[in-house]
């Protein structure tokens, strides 16, 4: 199986475009190269984005955590991330006679969490998440838009299993990786195998044991891969995949690795069934990869106006007719603001019908017009994206921003294990 390639640059409207012209994000020489702004608008899609992440990941059996932005060099250091990406990580600086650095991994972070207590091994596996914002040098001359930026907020996992139970997890993951991805509407992926090369750390039957786990899980997963030699991380094989959008450019966003080794290095161990200390086996694992290139590969996937309605910046444009209109447009909107509704007054001094164009070519689901009868009557006429016009109150406007807005369902059609818990049941008989 081959990658996708990327088409022409003129074939579709590049996320920088997007982005630019319907004011989503800035990169900023003023601010830096590669550290990304979210406006208002795209703060509010990728806030929509986040929201629903978190809540998959709690359906779905994970427990999210929050770790700082730096920490102590030497908290890095053991696990050898500092040798081994010293060049992309930022400078050592001192704190109170201590280095410190901006992270540019959250492993060694979770590992503390899990090592915040003694664990058995009943409680594994012990998934841990979380959306974290990462620091990476990039080369200046690799910088590209969303795509490869110097601000990278992962979407970072790290599960805590007994050997017998890394192949099942990873079959878990890939079911999750599926089913949030097509929640977005992504449906070609296209996975590969990363295997180690000369930086690797020494181990080979750890080596090969994870390799081999990570080739039964896809296979459990009913998911092909094609082999990228020298793909691994330097302690852990990996699986990266490529996920393809509909012009064909190939997105490399979920990833997952199988690691013996950072475990051991980090002084990371749980209580086995048999009483002694155990090192578990970590899967670290991202889903959406970095959540500025996932929004890039949305943007060039769906557009703007494609977008699904969900994760749109705005739900309801309200357009004043008339100057004098703007009082009563902007208490509409307040009101459905206090209702938790993403609503935009657009009151430029255009004609209402380039107002109205503009909702229809950002792909506004919804467009209500505010003139002295509707300030009077508190009846509206609702406009949806086909041109329908429904004469609406206040409470069923409300409503139907609502319903636009609501996210999928976060068990993203997972079967239910065992049935619903009978309450009527007799007590059985001692």
């Excluded at 004609?351 to 506004?364: D, I």
């Amino acid at each position: 199986m081959t990658s996708a390639t990327a088409p022409p640059e003129s074939s579709h409207p590049s996320h920088r475009e997007l982005g630019r012209d319907h004011d989503l994000f800035m990169i900023s020489p003023e601010v830096g190269r590669g550290l990304v702004t979210w406006t208002p608008r795209g703060a509010r899609l990728r806030h929509a984005l986040e929201e629903f992440w978190r809540a998959a990941h709690h359906a779905h059996g994970y427990e999210v955590v929050m770790t700082p932005h730096l920490g102590r060099a030497d908290l890095w250091g053991e696990s050898r991330q500092l040798d081994f990406h010293r060049e992309t990580m930022f400078p050592e600086f001192d704190v109170e006679g201590s280095s410190y650095v901006a992270k540019g991994a959250n492993c060694p972070l979770h590992m503390q969490v899990f090592r915040t207590r003694t664990r058995g091994h009943r409680e594994l596996p012990v998934r841990l998440a979380e959306i974290s914002t990462l620091y990476r040098q990039t080369p200046a001359g690799a910088l590209k838009g969303l795509r490869y930026a110097r601000t990278v907020s992962q979407d970072d996992s790290h599960i805590f299993c007994r050997p017998e139970d890394v192949v099942p997890e990873i079959a878990r993951y890939f079911d999750l990786t599926r089913r949030m991805l097509r929640a977005f509407g992504f449906e070609d992926l296209r996975p590969y195998l990363g295997t180690r090369d000369e930086r690797s750390v020494p181990g080979d039957d750890t080596w090969r044991r994870a390799t081999d786990q990570l080739v039964q899980g896809l296979r459990e997963a009913g998911l092909d891969h094609r082999e990228a030699p020298g793909g691994a991380t330097y302690y852990a094989p990996r699986v990266g995949v490529d996920v393809v959008d509909r012009w064909g450019t190939s997105w490399p966003l979920p990833d997952l690795q199988v690691d013996y080794h950072l475990p051991r290095m980090c002084g990371v161990e749980y209580t086995g069934a048999d009483g002694r200390r155990a090192v578990p086996v970590v899967l670290h694992r991202t889903l959406l990869g970095s959540v500025e290139r996932f929004v890039a590969a949305l943007l060039e996937h769906h557009g703007v106006a494609g977008l699904p309605d969900w994760l749109k910046p705005v739900h309801l444009s309200v357009l004043p007719v008339r100057e004098g209109d703007e009082s009563a447009a902007r208490a509409l909107a307040d009101a459905l603001r206090l209702d938790g509704a993403r609503v935009a007054v657009d009151d430029r001094r255009v004609p209402l019908g380039a107002r109205s164009g503009r909702a229809r070519e950002e792909g506004v689901p919804l467009v209500v017009a505010v003139g002295p009868d509707e300030a009077r009557t508190g009846g509206y006429r609702v406009r949806d994206r086909a041109g329908r016009r429904t004469p609406v109150s206040y409470g069923e406007l409300s409503a139907m921003v609502r319903r636009v807005g609501r996210a999928p369902d976060p068990a993203l059609g997972a079967p239910r294990p065992g049935g619903p818990v009978r309450t009527d049941a007799a007590t059985p008989a001692a």
